[in-house]
């Protein structure tokens, strides 16, 4: 490997590939093996001792103090290096499955979302729950809350309508995904399975008694104000 600044910074960027890849091909295999809900109560003990970890393995490789990784670094530019890391959430998401659709056809690739997204919604509610310190029966309340601090809830806009004190519309006014394409002249993107999958799981993890309801999402016909909205109702157990 050369020594020359760009090498270095793609071989950086190459360790934290592998080990995104690892880390995930962990918690797929331990879904696999132990299930879901298991697989998700053993991500937070290895993820939340994986952070620590690898804050001190930074700090020392950077020579800072303990507990000092980004001292000094001002907070708008803390906050567009998440937006970067957000929006690469979104890219990864967009080239695995341009890759499953070349090799395996449309079908293919949407069965694998879809799977992904029965995995990822529990876990992307579960950090939510935890870093927003939400109730375990939290409901309409921690749910807006959580649907606000999630990924897309960052990367989309979006609105609440209809709230009523059981129930409550969640629309998303534009999206990243769908807006790309009519810009590239292409159809919506039909996502309407994968978004049941997605908003359901993570509404139960947010509040097991909350129901999911598509009020209309692609290839469903939709207004221009929104691209998809879904209704969420808290029905006691």
Partial sequence: MSDSSADKAAELAGVIRQLAAHYGLWLAESVHQLGLDAALTAEGEAGDRLESILRGKLERALGREPGGLLAGVAPAVLDDAAQALRTGWLAADGVWFQAVERMAGMDAAKRVNDTCWARFAPLEARRVKALLKLPENGGITALKAGLAARM??????????????????????????????KRRGLADYPCKSGGTTEYAGFAREIDSRLRCECVGCPPDPHPDEWACAWRFTLVEE
């Fill in 152 to 181: 897309y809830g960052h990367l989309n806009e979006w609105e609440f309508v209809e709230e009523t004190e059981d129930s409550i519309v969640f629309r998303m006014t534009d999206c990243r995904v769908q807006t790309a394409r």
